[in-house]
């Protein structure tokens, strides 16, 4: 089944932390945490339209400044997330250079912060134009888990402990439209950007008697006429969507690992940090990081179908190994006690 979201680690597992999420069919991606963007081309990283980064610790924040400088004198909005002090970080980074030149820019670039905290969001808009100054106060809207809401899909957070707040993100699709491609054959329709305009029509639940146009070929007085109903029934299968987590930088206590195994649940794939072997569980906790332990038993408990490791200590180098037997033994233990 082709997947619409195809969710990869941008580093090796003892490099900077970040996932990137590119959308088949779309110039668009999400990505979760900034770190060095280095695995990520130029046109990866322009096809990023919301970021979210789980913390400001260096690690998740520096590739920030790439991003930055890339999409500087583009017509562009980047939104961009994070915890409590979010905003006051991205103001630190934007007064750090000088912006006198700026107006000189033909396009304007536009940056959308969201501070989440536990109960409210602060949004704030800084335009290159204005040298990305804004003394107005922030707009405060209610937090009620969700940060994103389109029609295919929903990116919700839930704030966790790594002595400071830290964002878990979980992406859902809402529901997945498979193409018949046979089906498509027989009604000498043509793959092409139509589907995509198809696909729009269900996830904003068009009436099923409403005129749908198809233009797959070249010549626009080839377009024909379908019902919607009609259409999706012969050339569509609707399956479930794809759900993708992304937990790092948490210590394991009770109040996390509730919080992690509610947005993980049913994950098709969750991207999960283990810092350290669960023989150093002292120094993982002191470091409010995961072990690969943990990190495997709630994968485990939260059902997902599949995860992936990330964010290991450099002092496992030589026995990576070791880090991936010990998760995938606590999965295989907890999924099996569910
Ligand atoms: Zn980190
Ligand atoms: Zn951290």
Redesign the pocket.
Known sequence: MPLSFHPRLINGPFDD?GLYVPFSFEKRALVFDLGDPGGLSNRDLLKISHAFVTHA?M??FIGFDALLRLFLGREKILHLFGPEGFLQHVEGKLSGYVWNLVENYYNRFVLQITEVRSDCCLIKKYSCEKRFHNELPAEKIDFNGTLLQEPALTVSAVVLDHQIPCLGLALQERFHVNIKKVALASLGLEVGPWLRDFKTALFEERPADSEFIVASGSNQADARVFLLGELTEQIAAITPGQKIVYI??VVFHDANAEKIIKIAEDADHLFIEAAFLEAERDMAARKYHLTARQAGELAGRAGARQFSLF?FSPRYESDMQAMWQEAYGAYQMFLHRQ
């Open positions: 932390p610790h690690d998740h790092t930088d964010h």
